[in-house]
């Protein structure tokens, strides 16, 4: 069976023009692909459904939850008969749409008090408001000037469904001609929802624009020395074409944390394009157009496949992690790794064919050597300026890596043990990273969705509540019912953060006079008395009820105590033999969240190392292989001090950084091993074979990692918290992941090589001394 590079090869130079259609062709099926890209947003993103903690939120959110839009009134007399008027006729017209199953307020309130109708005079809607309990005129008038009215859902209902009743309260508020000098805004979970997509699609468009500029500029500054410096950005940027394409045509939603992949693989994907035309310009100073294409995809091509296949060990893991927008982001990213690399792997050659490719002539007198340089005259190695001739900044800055390496890979131990004394310590200080898992936390603090959600928040209190669901054989049964009603004023009673609870327990209560039904007869007739759009908001059949702790505004963190001071409670007043309590809801998936980030993150990262050692195995089978990783190790340590030192929080996204920075640093590292041992095929000694490599791919490498700084730089520019951060520790990384391949990777290929027994020096050297540090 052929080579796949070599037929490539054979392909590229015999049939460029067919190749290049194939290509195209496929270009304009992504483009399609894209215009299927959706976005998503909701707990789906953060807990799997498979899950058992997935699947009870799921099953409580259709059967029990409903989230709420809130309708908050502002003007200069919250009291004035026309105003309220106005409330009552718009509660009236949104009461009326399909899945609105209640609507309440302040005039519901006034009719309760006035028996069933309007107050008509100020001194009516007074006296109503000052018999009425003073927490209740709390939650409904906060100020004089302002009241909110909640809408209430139907139970169950989608994601899609609850966007479409959105878009149907702004038409009915739109059209329902207020009195002048009232505003009326909509707030809740489902408007924050569908702003955040909003900002997300914004958000992405400017992070990849931005991206691009900056690519550009990188390019034409770092890497001008070739000739069409920009054809590495228009590689990378079809291979982002064909990520989105894919994931529309697969269906692949894009979430908050997705959002952040796109910069990445521009990043890691120009990576690929530099490379190839780096080695492709190397390869045509010695020999023909056509013998340098079959080398460039012969030789760089697999190595490349390596680095990528290596890079996305890292993002796979990802998806392994028990955060589903972590696992869409290590899906986003292998897709695009591999979309860019064929990018890279197909589109230089077949440009410098249908183009002709030449190198820029270097600046500067020339002699004969550089004579047989340009002309292609078939030189076996790159041409040298001798002493006393032009060199551009590029010849001088390889010729220091070189050196640099050189005296690395002679002496190997020191910065050895300075590196990894380094990374100890950062290993201990990640430990007291904190974590953060707060959603209001992650996007931007003056998206005004956010801003009416913190006013319905200081008015109200908080809008998400802690429910308990109990299962068991007869929920409606005395004994289970005496024991729901007493656990819930319990933890009212001993805990201040809880202000209150409602269950089927306080309902019949309600409904009974203020005493719960002591008998089965009586429980069944008062039952009966509850309206069935109440009653099934907390009972679903004889076997399973739902409690529901309203809190005050809290923090995270202090919701995560709180649930799990409720958890000990339970085990302390212990429901009756028989009967099951689970804790669920959104305030239980974010505090889990932060146990889920805290252990991923380990996880996540050992098992990358794993998988990448593995791969490393199985392709080079020597003990060498570990070789890339080993650097990598010292940079995840890093990565824990510069958190630290930082002050920056761990989140759904930094989560990952351990294993991206395995997937990022992995590449650089194994290029490097690469060539150290295609210079050693050629017969040259060790130190001489890593002096070479570093020299002659150390300028692409640094390129490379630069251009890739530039691209995670743009996600410092996001408005999104969760993001800006991330691409803040990922400049971070991609710059410690570059020394680590320049800095450290010779001092391991030393360490490890002289084990397989390679001459570490050539007896010639070893007899005149060490010509290679002589300056």
């Not at 409904?140 to 469904?161: A, C, E, H, K, W």
């Not at 080398?295 to 955060?323: C, D, Q, R, Y």
């Not at 998988?611 to 995840?636: D, E, Q, T």
């Amino acid at each position: 069976m052929k080579n796949p590079f070599d037929w490539l090869a054979h392909e590229v130079t015999t049939h460029p023009r067919r190749v290049a259609g194939v290509t195209a062709l496929i270009f304009l099926i992504a483009l399609f692909g894209v215009t299927l890209v959706t976005m998503e947003t909701g707990s789906d993103t953060y807990i799997d459904k498979n899950t058992p903690r997935g699947a009870l939120l799921s099953h409580y959110t259709d059967t029990y939850g409903s989230d709420a839009l809130m309708l908050i009134f502002e003007t200069n007399d919250i009291k004035d008969i026309e105003t309220l008027r106005y409330i009552d006729r718009l509660q009236a017209d949104i009461t009326n749409e399909q899945y609105v199953e209640r609507v309440s307020g302040l005039v519901d309130l006034l009719k309760q008090g006035n028996g069933g109708t309007l107050p008509s005079s100020s001194a009516e809607i007074n006296q109503i408001i000052d018999r009425a309990p003073p927490e209740l005129v709390g939650r409904y008038i906060p100020s004089n000037m302002m009241t909110i009215s909640v809408i209430t859902f139907q139970p169950g209902l989608s994601d899609r469904r609850q966007e479409q009743v959105l878009n149907t309260m702004r038409s009915v508020v739109s059209f329902s001609n207020p009195p002048p000098g009232i505003a009326v805004t909509i707030s809740g979970q489902p408007a924050f929802f569908q702003e955040m997509k909003k900002e997300m699609m914004s958000s992405m468009g400017v992070l990849i624009l931005a991206a691009m500029v900056l690519m550009v500029v990188a390019v034409m500054s770092l890497f001008n020395h070739v000739r069409y410096p920009l054809l590495s950005v228009m590689v990378v940027g079809s291979g982002l074409v064909l990520t989105f394409g894919f994931m529309g045509l697969s269906g692949t939603p894009i979430s908050m944390v997705v959002i952040g992949a796109f910069p990445v693989l521009i990043g890691i994907g120009i990576d690929y394009a530099i490379q190839m035309h780096s080695r492709l310009d190397e390869e045509i100073r010695k020999s023909s157009l056509t013998e340098a294409i079959i080398t460039t995809i012969t030789k760089t091509g697999p190595a490349v496949l390596i680095a990528m296949l290596a890079t996305s060990m890292g993002f796979i893991v990802m998806i392994l992690g028990p955060i589903p927008m972590v696992g869409d982001f290590g899906i986003t990213c292998t897709i695009g790794v591999m979309s860019c690399y064929l990018a890279a792997l197909i589109i230089v050659p077949v440009f410098a064919v249908l183009m002709n490719y030449r190198p820029k002539k270097p600046k500067g007198k020339l002699n004969d050597i550089d004579a047989c340089e340009l002309e292609w005259k078939g030189c076996d190695t790159v041409p040298a300026h001798p002493e006393g001739s032009h060199s551009s900044f590029i010849e001088k800055y390889d010729a220091w890596l070189g050196k640099l390496a050189y005296r690395i890979a002679k002496n190997p131990v020191p910065i050895i043990l300075v590196v990894f004394l380094v990374a100890a310590i950062g290993f201990q200080l990640d430990n007291v990273v904190p974590i953060s898992a707060d959603e209001k936390t992650f996007v931007p603090s003056e998206m005004p969705a956010l801003v009416d959600m913190n006013k319905v928040t200081r008015t109200m209190g908080a809008t998400n509540t802690i429910p308990v669901v109990v299962s068991g054989p007869n929920v409606v049964d005395p004994v289970t019912l005496a024991w729901i009603l007493d656990f819930g004023q319990y933890e009212v009673t001993r805990n201040d953060k809880i202000t209150g609870v409602t269950s089927i327990a306080t309902l019949l209560t309600q409904y009974n006079n203020g005493i719960l039904p002591l008998t089965s007869t009586d429980i069944q007739q008062t039952l009966s008395r509850i309206p069935a759009e109440t009653k099934k908001r907390y009972l679903n059949g004889n076997m399973e009820t739902v409690l529901e702790f309203s809190t005050v505004d809290m923090e995270m963190s202090q919701a995560r105590s709180q649930i799990q001071l409720i958890q000990k409670d339970i085990q302390w007043v212990t429901p009756p033999v028989g009967d099951t309590t689970r804790i669920t809801g959104s305030l239980e998936m974010f505090s889990s969240l932060m146990d889920d980030i805290s252990n991923s993150k380990m996880l996540m990262t050992v098992i990358g190392f794993v998988f990448i050692l593995g791969f490393l195995l199985l392709v080079y089978r020597k003990f060498h292989a570990v070789s890339p990783i080993i650097p990598i190790v010292a940079i995840v340590g890093w990565n824990g001090a510069i958190m630290y030192l930082l002050g920056l929080d761990y989140t759904p996204l930094t989560a990952v950084l351990g294993s991206m920075t395995i997937g990022v640093a992995s590449e650089y590292t194994v290029l490097i091993m690469e060539r150290v041992d295609e210079e050693l095929a050629r017969g040259l000694d060790l130190l001489s074979a890593i002096q070479t490599s570093v020299q002659k791919i150390g300028t692409a490498i640094t390129v490379s990692g630069l251009t890739t700084v530039f691209g995670f730089a743009a996600l410092i520019l996001s408005e999104f918290n969760i993001i800006s951060n991330f691409g803040l520790t990922t400049v971070i990384t991609v710059g410690f992941s570059l020394a680590g391949a320049i800095l450290i990777m010779p001092a391991v290929i030393s360490l490890m090589y002289r084990f397989e027994g390679h001459p570490v020096m050539a007896n010639k050297e070893k007899a005149q001394g060490d010509p290679h540090v002589s300056e």
